[in-house]
């Protein structure tokens, strides 16, 4: 069977699962969407909660861009890990006490304010409707690849399924949807890990062969890494920094704050029957996480190490990478390189027309590589390989078998659809519930905020599709982007509404505006006005990163802390929240008494 | 059962936030410390294949934090215990 019949099989095959558990658990069950945790096994809501949180950026892009990364690419692993430990310890077990369902309501009850939740609400929108377009990113690129498409195109397709799987999935006990997608998205991404270690290293467990030697040499993998890609002129693997050691420690902690602050994620933790299940729950879903995320790093190095074997034949050889006939010709080239220049994601330029592939760094500072090159005529590096790719290309690269490949594509599609579907609901929930119902027209009828609901997804959807064309980043570094957003904003007046009995709203709406504020204005002077391309207004803030060399994906930690220095200014000069409040934030901090989750106001 | 008559609220804040504090010190020490600030220390130690600090940063604060969250979990259902405000 040839591949393209494969990919349509096993793709098909997953989404009639997943629609048939759907309609299975609607028949089963007549527990509404919010409380569907309370009957699910604390190991398959951990599963569920997996599925939600790791989206396309997770499964898609992260380990592309740990393998361009080196070393600084773990910052994604810590800060997208270690925000769990955040959140099961200062915010999981008392949001659930406190019994609403959406972070709104919590900081519009605590805050005694409806002008605080409206604040929250426009924070909520902004970090989840970028969030969605890193996820767009990611579906276009597995939608291109799949259908054979530019990614233009894939993006347009991903919309329209995004939609019908939102609308569709979201009435239903998704739950059950999300185990299945777990379980699919799993194996999509460990099974090529675990052919491509045994291969490189004889070792089947990735993360054990990552730190294995490289089959047929006596260097251990991540030392021949390290040889390969600094003699062509990249950085070292296992050293080198995400900018400066200062940037890397911030960026790490704004995904980790960002973590603990994004609506979508802590809603799952509203749903557990308990106060004591909230704390396990955050620790069983890291669980099924880090399976997933201590493959990555493998995956990353040995698709390195096997993309550089692919056009330069000395990498696994042995000897000069820069010998003439070292270099793999053109036509030559392996079928997935042809079947990904289809999507515009990999290019090959033959700039010093020999007709073979040099892939190196041609801006390198490293003046042996460089003499080296210029010996050898290079002319130039002749392939861009785009860093969202190299998940999805991995089986291929590796020459891995037909259903393989089939999988991963089903694989990727899963993590950005269950991601997609589960912050459309938590912008529905926040505009409809929220917004219209909370502040504008508290009477609204049941039906109506239905149907502002849906609106609002289809407004989510087409807003982040369009600037998912443009997208402001790869998918991981425009998700981060969202990380920070959340982290500046929601995660620190949440964490004062819980650890602050004499907070009061006047200070925590300064503070979640200056955050909110700060943070956006450092990212769109880099990416521009809503990431709208040309808008970016650098030379006012003293060009790229001045602010001590940080990157706007790393801004959130700083956003933050101004926030709590913000709140808690303002905090000191206006007067005290009323005595009922400090009694309720007593309460909060007690397991005894939690009730069921209730979502009325 | 309880040694602080039920009532101890602040007991039992003080308690918790000082569980926190620990916790809290480990989960920095192990990312930022082993995985940042001293990665470049560290890597010349090796693991097997790995230098040390790189593996604090792609493998081990992962592993660490999975303990940590499910040491807590246990520490804080103890604390509840102690101070007669578990949930039945």
Redesign the interface.
């Known amino acids: 069977m040839d591949l393209q019949t494969t990919i349509y099989l096993v793709v098909g095959a997953s989404f009639a699962l997943y629609i048939g558990i759907a309609i299975w658990a609607r028949a089963g069950s007549t527990s509404e969407f919010y409380v569907a945790g309370g009957g699910v096994p604390p190991v398959m809501n951990g599963m569920a909660t997996a599925a939600d949180w790791m989206s396309a950026a997770s499964f898609i892009s992260m380990a592309g861009l740990i393998a361009n990364m080196g070393y600084g690419g773990g910052l994604f692993l810590m800060g997208w890990t270690g925000g769990y430990v955040l959140l099961a310890m200062l915010l999981a077990p008392y949001l659930r006490k406190f019994g609403k369902f959406t972070v709104p309501q919590f900081i519009g009850d605590r805050f005694y304010s409806k002008t605080a939740s409206t604040v929250a609400v426009l924070c909520l929108l902004t970090a989840s409707i970028t969030y969605i377009i890193g996820q767009m990113t990611g579906v276009g690129v597995a939608f291109s690849r799949f259908l054979g498409v530019s990614s233009e195109t894939g993006i347009y397709v991903g919309m329209g399924i995004v939609f019908m799987y939102a609308v569709f999935g979201g009435m239903k006990g998704i739950t059950y949807t999300q185990v299945a997608q777990y379980i699919v998205l799993i194996f999509a991404y460990t099974i090529p890990a675990i052919f491509i270690s045994m291969n490189l290293t004889g070792n089947p467990i990735p993360q054990l062969g990552l730190g294995s030697g490289f089959t047929g040499t006596d260097m251990a993998l991540l030392t021949k890494l390290d040889q390969v890609v600094t003699e062509l002129g990249f950085g070292k693997y296992t050293t080198t920094t995400a900018g400066s050691t200062l940037n890397m420690f911030v960026y790490t902690m704004s995904l980790m704050i960002g973590t603990a602050g994004l609506p979508h994620v802590i809603m799952r933790f509203f749903t557990v029957p308990r106060v004591k299940d909230a704390r396990s729950s955050a620790g069983w879903a890291l669980i099924f996480i880090a399976i997933l995320y201590t493959t990555a790093p493998a995956v990353a190095a040995m698709a390195k190490l096997n993309l550089h074997g692919t056009v330069n034949t000395a990498v696994k050889a042995g000897g000069d990478l820069y010998a003439v006939e070292a270099s793999i010709k053109a036509e030559e080239r392996p079928d997935w390189m042809k079947r990904w220049e289809k999507t515009g994601l990999l290019k090959f330029e033959d700039k010093n027309g020999d007709g073979r592939i040099q892939y190196y760094n041609d801006k390198t500072k490293n003046a042996d590589a460089k003499a080296k090159a210029d010996a050898a005529g290079w002319k130039g590096n002749e392939l861009t390989v785009n860093a969202d790719i190299i998940v999805l290309a991995n089986p291929e690269i590796a020459l891995l078998p037909n259903w393989v490949i089939a999988l991963v594509a089903a694989g990727g599609l899963a993590a950005a659809l269950s991601t997609a579907a589960g912050l459309l609901m938590a912008i529905s929930a926040a505009v409809s519930h929220d917004l219209i119902k909370g502040v504008f027209v508290p009477n609204i009828s049941e039906k109506g905020e239905l149907l502002a609901g849906k609106i609002a997804m289809a407004v989510a959807i087409v807003i982040s599709g369009w600037l998912g064309l443009n997208p402001p980043g790869f998918a991981a570094g425009t998700v981060a982007l969202a990380f920070g957003i959340a982290a500046s904003s929601l995660f620190p007046a949440i964490m004062m509404g819980i650890f602050s009995k004499k907070m009061n709203k006047e200070g925590a709406i300064a503070g979640m505006l200056a955050g909110l504020f700060i943070t956006l204005f450092y990212v769109f002077a880099h990416k521009g006005i809503f990431f709208i391309k040309g808008t970016d207004f650098l030379p006012l803030i003293g060009g790229a990163n001045s602010f001590f060399g940080i990157t706007p994906e790393a801004f959130g930690a700083v956003g933050a802390l101004f926030n709590f220095i913000v709140a808690f200014a303002v905090d000191k000069v206006t007067k005290e929240p009323p005595e009922h409040i400090q009694h309720m934030v007593e309460a909060v901090r007690i397991p005894r008494g939690s009730k069921a989750v209730d979502g009325a106001h | 059962m309880s040694q602080h008559g039920g009532n101890d609220?602040q007991g039992?804040?003080r308690a918790?936030l000082g569980l926190?504090t620990k916790?809290?010190i480990v989960?920095f020490v192990c990312?930022?410390g082993a995985?940042?600030?001293f990665?470049?220390a560290l890597?010349t130690i090796k693991?097997?294949?790995?230098?040390l600090g790189?593996?604090f940063?792609?493998?081990g604060?992962?592993?660490i934090?999975?303990a940590?969250?499910?040491y807590?979990?246990k520490k804080?259902?103890d604390i509840?215990r102690e101070f007669d405000?578990?949930?039945d």
Not at chain 2, 47 to 51: D, R
């Open positions: 609220a039992y804040w918790t926190l916790i809290l989960w990312s930022f995985g940042i600030l990665a470049d890597n693991l097997g294949g790995y230098p790189f593996w940063a792609h493998q604060s992962m592993y934090f999975i940590l969250i499910f807590y979990a804080m259902g509840d405000v578990h949930e």
